[in-house]
């Protein structure tokens, strides 16, 4: 208290109203350009919610806050009105995500992921097989992680949010690589090396 006297909190940030259909705009599945990590935004109860996170509360047309105002987001808006991608601010960082549609991928495009894959950088090798409509990640002795689709050749595992997988593909369209991405690491490759 003698070194710092005591300090007024400052004023909360100002929200506005927004009705349920002018929320709805803002639902959504979206992609972090950076680490592949989706964020899921929903309406439920009159308010817009990051799935798995807390309410966030309009403060201008296209920009909402959180936590009391410490976790930004802000939506671009196209010549159509439409929310494209979203810049979500917390402290010093600052990470953006693009619009992204849940991907239901037919048999033949599971099946592309089929095989056994390597990562040199860790010395990893799992075989990844096509189970229903997820794909099942198997490493020796008895490691089993189902895989399900989010976004065009993206997969997520656990509750749909994290570890992330997704692919590389040539100029002919092939998978080339598959990388892997969770909160502490960050685009791990892996190379096919048989089917």
């Not at 096509?130 to 895989?147: E, W």
Request: net charge positive; hydrophobic share 35%.
């Amino acid at each position: 208290d003698r070194v710092a006297p005591k300090l007024d909190s400052p004023a909360p940030p100002k929200t506005i109203q927004m009705t349920e259909a002018e929320l709805a705009k803002f639902a959504g599945l979206w992609r972090n350009e950076k680490t592949h990590m989706p964020l899921q935004t929903e309406v439920r109860k009159g308010s817009l919610f990051a799935v798995g996170g807390g309410p966030l509360q309009p403060v201008a047309g296209n920009k909402f806050i959180a936590r009391g105002g410490s976790i930004k987001l802000e939506f671009e808006i196209d010549s159509s009105s439409n929310p494209v991608a979203a810049s979500l601010t917390q402290g010093n960082n600052k990470f953006r995500f693009l619009a992204e549609t849940q991907w239901e991928p037919t048999a033949n495009e599971l099946n592309e992921f089929a095989g056994e894959w390597y990562s040199e950088e860790s010395g990893a090798k799992v075989k990844i097989l096509v189970k229903g409509l997820n794909l099942l990640i198997t490493q020796r002795p008895d490691t089993k992680i189902p895989f399900m689709p989010k976004y065009k050749d993206h997969f997520t595992a656990g509750g749909g949010r994290q570890p992330v997988m997704w692919c590389s593909r040539d100029a002919n369209g092939k998978i080339s690589t598959l990388h892997l991405g969770a909160p502490r690491m960050r685009n791990m490759p892996f190379v096919r090396i048989n089917k």
